[in-house]
Antibody, heavy 122, light 112 residues
Framework: EVQLVESGGGLVQPGGSLRLSCAAS????????MSWVRQAPGKGLEWVSG????????YYADSVKGRFTISRDNSKNTLYLQMNSLRAEDTAVYYC???????????????WGQGTLVTVSS | QPVLTQSSSASASLGSSVKLTCTLS???????IAWHQQQPGKAPRYLMK???????NKGSGVPDRFSGSSSGADRYLTISNLQSEDEADYYC??????????FGGGTKLTVL
């Protein structure tokens, strides 16, 4: 059974930094594209950042480009999101999501973590 | 880049059926999408992948009451015999080599 467990959320001041982690189990982590998706209070889902299926490329939403960095440690089956220069509008629940991958092509998200709350406030 | 449009809300009675719509933007009508369900206070849950042909593949454990269909740029999620636990937000998702991932704005389904 696929399990994704996020951690690292909390309260941080504007301009501060935070690192989120997502511990994965139940599948061959290194073979799958992984992403971070966030949801601001009362709002919809917003894709934030992700890895390609090969893990060689990273992608970012314009709203976080230059401030957030996604990384992964395949030896630890863990996905990370380093968030710098945080703003009030980054306040959200952050979800880790696994993409369905077949034959080198990765498509929709087929598994989600339970989320971790990040609050940016003074 | 693809844009997904969803109605903000829908409602239907317990035991009835409802059809939710996700519309792909011009030039992207052939795109495959996925439907996700988010019950109140919970994480999203993958429901199904839906192709432009109307072929769909559901995730593990998704009840038979959930089905998908397509017409042109429209992708539909139909829920039959509505149950109280179907009251949730429903999101469609697609992907693109340039924009990578896109979500629709979500439809809030109320079961009356």
């Amino acid at each position: 059974e696929v399990q994704l467990v996020e951690s690292g959320g909390g309260l941080v001041q504007p301009g501060g930094s935070l690192r989120l982690s997502c511990a994965a189990s139940g599948f061959t982590f290194s073979s799958y594209a992984m992403s971070w998706v966030r949801q601001a209070p009362g709002k919809g889902l917003e894709w934030v950042s992700g890895f390609s299926g090969s893990g060689g490329s990273t992608y970012y939403a314009d709203s976080v480009k230059g401030r957030f960095t996604i990384s992964r440690d395949n030896s630890k089956n863990t996905l990370y999101l380093q968030m710098n220069s945080l703003r009030a509008e980054d306040t959200a629940v952050y979800y880790c999501a696994k993409a369905d991958c077949s034959g080198g092509t990765c498509t929709y998200f087929d598994s989600w973590g339970q989320g971790t709350l990040v609050t940016v406030s003074s | 880049q693809p844009v997904l449009t969803q109605s903000s809300s829908a409602s239907a009675s317990l035991g009835s059926s409802v059809k939710l719509t996700c519309t792909l933007s011009s030039g992207h009508s052939s795109y495959i999408i996925a439907w996700h369900q988010q019950q109140p206070g919970k994480a999203p849950r993958y429901l199904m992948k839906l192709e432009g042909s109307g072929t769909y593949n559901k995730g593990s454990g998704v009840p038979d009451r959930f089905s998908g269909s397509s017409s042109g740029a429209d992708r539909y999620l139909t829920i039959s015999n509505l149950q109280s636990e179907d009251e949730a937000d429903y999101y469609c998702e697609t992907w693109d080599s340039n924009t990578y991932r896109v979500f629709g704005g979500g439809t809030k389904l109320t079961v009356l």
